[in-house]
């Protein structure tokens, strides 16, 4: 019976050392595991602190953008309440000539022809793009410039002076009157490739 005993003993004891090392295991994978889910926490509050701050500086960002829109919105209404601004090459001199007998009203209420500009030297298809987009697409209209106009177009076209040394004026009045053998004769290299 002794005997029992200390064997039952054995077994047990083994039991209860087996329970603690099983125990002793489990608890530090579990252990270790805790420590990583506090990490995890700790970054998660981490990123919650810092997506706070974020959505603070996007909605003062926004309130930023708000108030900017409302400005633009306001300085556009406040645009365009203004008076269209004045052209900017005035309209050519209308000369004192008389009436034509009874033209058809559709014929004299009809807008000028835009004439072909690259006729004359000094103008290319950029500057007679640019001269176009600011309104000017006849020979009359050149003819009719004054020094005012001439510094406002060359200040457009940014060159300074060439309208004179090209005389652009003196070739637009003899195109607009249709003297094209004299514009031929003053300017022969007219319509040739040195024209611009």
């Given at each position: 019976?002794?005997?029992l005993?200390?064997?039952?003993?054995l077994?047990?004891?083994g039991?209860?050392?087996?329970?603690?090392l099983?125990g002793w295991?489990?608890?530090?994978?579990?252990?270790g595991?805790i420590?990583?889910?506090?990490g995890?926490?700790a970054r998660?509050?981490a990123d919650?602190?810092?997506l706070?701050r974020?959505l603070?500086?996007?909605?003062k960002?926004?309130?930023?953008?708000?108030a900017?829109?409302?400005?633009?919105n306001a300085?556009?209404?406040?645009?365009?309440?203004?008076?269209?601004?004045?052209?900017?090459?005035?309209?050519?001199?209308?000369?004192?000539?008389?009436?034509?007998?009874?033209?058809p009203?559709?014929?004299a209420a009809?807008?000028a022809k835009p004439?072909?500009?690259?006729?004359?030297?000094?103008i290319?298809?950029?500057?007679?793009?640019?001269?176009?987009?600011?309104?000017?697409k006849?020979?009359?209209?050149?003819?009719a410039?004054t020094?005012?106009?001439?510094?406002?177009?060359?200040?457009?076209?940014?060159?300074?002076?060439?309208?004179?040394?090209?005389r652009?004026?003196e070739?637009?009045k003899l195109?607009?009157?249709?003297?094209?053998k004299?514009?031929?004769?003053?300017?022969p290299?007219?319509?040739?490739?040195?024209n611009t």
């Amino acid at each position: 019976m002794g005997y029992l005993l200390t064997q039952m003993f054995l077994y047990m004891l083994g039991a209860f050392l087996l329970g603690l090392l099983l125990g002793w295991i489990i608890w530090g994978r579990l252990r270790g595991r805790i420590v990583e889910l506090e990490g995890d926490v700790a970054r998660l509050r981490a990123d919650n602190d810092r997506l706070k701050r974020d959505l603070e500086a996007c909605g003062k960002a926004r309130g930023d953008l708000e108030a900017t829109v409302r400005g633009l919105n306001a300085q556009l209404a406040e645009l365009r309440d203004r008076p269209a601004p004045a052209p900017l090459i005035s309209a050519p001199a209308k000369a004192a000539a008389p009436k034509p007998a009874a033209a058809p009203k559709a014929v004299a209420a009809a807008p000028a022809k835009p004439d072909n500009l690259r006729r004359m030297i000094g103008i290319g298809p950029v500057n007679e793009k640019k001269l176009h987009a600011m309104g000017i697409k006849t020979f009359r209209q050149i003819a009719a410039w004054t020094a005012a106009d001439i510094k406002k177009v060359e200040a457009e076209l940014e060159f300074d002076g060439r309208i004179d040394r090209e005389r652009w004026i003196e070739q637009a009045k003899l195109l607009a009157a249709g003297d094209d053998k004299e514009f031929l004769r003053r300017f022969p290299t007219a319509g040739t490739d040195k024209n611009t």
